[in-house]
């Protein structure tokens, strides 16, 4: 478990799962994270993806816990998608946040984000990460910015144009 100021960013369990529906449910909030609200069937496979990343990699998104309402508001970290956007993208560590929409705009992203990649860099090591984002989600190209990413490309995932951005090791 990682504590930050406050936060709590721990591996996710199965007692996760109505948050996870409910936050990845809501069309505000996966906006420009596929744009369909999941159902109960495909926010399942998420929490149970970002299970199998943790037992097969030793990493993977962190549930994000809000240390003052003890709520699930987020979830944050790096992992394994193998997306087919290529060489330049698809061996590398894989930044990525979500928030509930009472969570955002409160820096937890930035938060978990900063704490996510100073936990991988000691447990996993150091190394060149990516991202996609939405050209149109500004607020996560900030969060990006802040956390050192960098554009280096775009791309067609699942018919949407998506940014593509790199974090080098350092």
């Given at each position: 478990m990682?504590?930050?100021?406050?936060l709590l960013l721990r591996r996710p369990s199965r007692s996760d799962f109505d948050a996870v529906h409910r936050m990845r449910s809501d069309p505000?909030?996966?906006?420009?994270?596929?744009?369909?609200?999941l159902s109960r069937e495909e926010a399942w496979q998420r929490l149970?993806?970002?299970?199998?990343?943790?037992?097969?990699?030793?990493y993977g998104f962190f549930a994000v816990v809000e240390k003052a309402s003890g709520d699930l508001v987020g979830e944050a970290g790096l992992m394994q998608a193998h997306r087919g956007l290529g060489e330049a993208f698809d061996p590398f560590p894989e930044a990525g946040w979500i928030f509930a929409r009472e969570a955002q705009g409160r820096g937890?992203?930035?938060?978990?984000?900063?704490?996510?990649?100073?936990?991988?860099?000691e447990t996993v090591g150091a190394q060149r990460s990516v991202c996609i984002i939405a050209p149109e989600n500004a607020a996560s190209l900030r969060v990006a910015a802040k956390l050192g990413y960098t554009p280096f490309g775009s791309a067609c995932?699942?018919?949407s144009?998506?940014?593509?951005?790199?974090?080098?090791?350092?």
């Open positions: 990682i504590e930050t100021e406050r505000d909030v996966v906006r420009f994270v596929g744009g369909k609200p149970t993806r970002s299970a199998g990343n943790w037992a097969l990699l030793g937890y992203a930035t938060e978990a984000m900063l704490a996510a990649h100073g936990w991988f860099a995932y699942h018919d144009t998506v940014t593509m951005l790199e974090r080098g090791a350092g």
